[in-house]
């Protein structure tokens, strides 16, 4: 016999249960008690701050004492940091090193309790590094979260808001990002945007030196500045939303969505800065073609200039004396690609009169592109796992998408080979990220 649903275990711990009656499988080799019916839960209060102890040195000391708990002692905050620093900070450069280090020197040194803000860095750099399991999230993990947004919530009601909290709120956001949070996600993404207005660091390179004085810092500021505008752009799924809705996607500035006009295989640029130009192209691809579905008639110019951009700054990827980063170790090429992918779609599918060649070209391009993702999908994966940036599972996913409907229209009866190693790669993805995972459920249920 079997049950109707999961048993309670299981669906608690967000496993699959094979429903067996009157212990599950799993649960028998557990040697755990295996219920099916959830016991009748009284609601209760939640415990709700008081405002007369919300001090300072009270939140202080509850961070302190958070982690102490969740991450350990002072070797311990060393060494979840050194992990931090050995694979998240290898895709999103936006706090340093050196000046982390330091902040915790001192604190040693002095004997003294460590400032709110950078308590709460250190958890939501080690928050940030936490995967799945089983493919989902587990409820120590979620509930760390939960109470990370509530002091983030705490420290802004007493009116803190400085860099290092901008950091955390923004890892925190690439968390939800990573792991299909939403709509927290892009609520997170706006958020961090004012906050970062308010601390002022959108601000010039020379107003950032006169405002934080040390150089370094001010460096750190205008790290911080392109990781949330980053986030802002490649936050995807919102955005999808948008378009799904007939909604233009959120643009900050008409800057950000002005032509390119430098040739980036001729600029010499870090993985950052490629991945904020990449960025800003990708936001651009999503404002043509909102454009482009609510005008039949709108020009095919800004599209061919969209794609020289994104083909200037791949080549980027491909100039140098080093060799070619491979697909699943650089950012700016993940998102580079489903730029790429996005415009070509759109213009494989366009009614232009008399061009029929460009409607072609961009066919073939497309077929291309999707070929070398799948080609590459094939290669084992040569990178750490911890080390997989959130921007990888999309342009994956966007291309077995892309192959599923060239299958539908060429006739093919069976796509499930040609997308196999793209789908067992977004199968690897999911390991790390939850939004991975949900990409592949698209695929399977498409």
């Given amino acids: 016999m079997s049950a109707d649903q999961a048993c309670v275990r299981c669906r608690r711990q967000k496993r699959k249960c094979d429903k067996i009656l009157p212990c599950c499988t ?46 350990g002692d002072r070797l311990q905050v060393q060494a ?37 803000d950078l308590s709460l860095l250190t958890l939501c750099m ?39 909290m901008l950091q955390s709120r923004l890892l925190l ?60 752009r490649s936050d995807l799924a919102p955005k999808y939303v948008s378009l799904e809705n007939g909604q233009a996607p959120n643009t900050h500035s008409d800057q950000q969505i002005a032509a390119e006009s430098e040739d980036w295989a001729k600029v010499e640029v870090d993985s950052f800065t490629r991945l904020a130009h990449a960025s800003r192209l990708l936001d651009r691809v ?47 090429l993940a998102l580079c690609r489903s730029a790429m992918l996005e415009t070509l779609e759109v213009g494989s599918h366009m009614n232009i009169p008399d061009n029929e060649c460009c409607i072609r070209t961009s066919i073939n391009i497309l077929k291309s592109l999707v070929h070398e993702l799948a080609r590459g999908a094939e290669v084992s994966p040569p990178v750490e796992m911890m080390t997989l940036s959130v921007f990888l599972p999309h342009c994956i996913y966007k291309a077995a998408m ?10 093919c009866v069976d796509p499930e080979p040609s997308i196999r190693p793209l789908k067992d790669l977004l199968g690897y993805l999911g390991m790390r990220w939850v939004a991975a995972k949900r990409y592949l459920e698209k695929v399977d249920a498409t």
């Fill in 173 to 232: 956001t690439v968390f939800e990002i990573g792991h299909a949070m939403y709509p927290s996600a892009y609520i997170s993404a706006a958020a961090n945007m004012r906050a970062a207005v308010s601390l002022g660091i959108n601000a010039t390179s020379e107003d950032l030196t006169k405002a934080f004085q040390d150089s370094r810092k001010a460096e750190e500021a205008r790290q911080t500045w392109r990781g949330i505008t980053i986030t802002n």
């Fill in 402 to 411: 892309v192959c599923l409907g060239d299958s539908r229209v060429s006739g």
């Fill in 26 to 71: 799993l649960c028998k080799r557990l040697n755990k008690h295996c219920d099916y019916f959830l016991p009748v839960e009284a609601p209760r209060l939640l415990p709700i701050p008081d405002w007369a102890d919300l001090t300072p040195s009270n939140l202080r000391h509850t961070l302190e004492v958070q982690v102490s708990s969740n991450v």
């Fill in 80 to 116: 979840a940091a050194a992990f931090y620093f050995r694979t998240v900070h290898t895709w999103f450069l936006i706090i340093s090193e050196p000046s982390y280090n330091i902040r915790l020197s001192n604190i040693r040194v002095q004997t003294a309790s460590a400032p709110s």
């Fill in 286 to 332: 999503l404002v043509h073609i909102h454009t482009n579905q609510s005008n039949p008639l709108f020009d095919s110019v800004e599209a061919v200039q969209i794609l020289k951009s994104l083909t200037s700054l791949l080549v980027t990827f491909q100039s140098g004396d080093s060799d070619p980063p491979h697909p699943l170790s650089d950012s700016a």
């Fill in 126 to 164: 080690t928050l940030v590094c936490k995967g799945p399991v089983g493919g989902e999230l587990p409820l120590s993990t979620r509930s760390m979260y939960a109470s990370l947004k509530s002091f983030v919530a705490l420290l802004e009601a007493m009116g803190t808001n400085s860099l290092e």
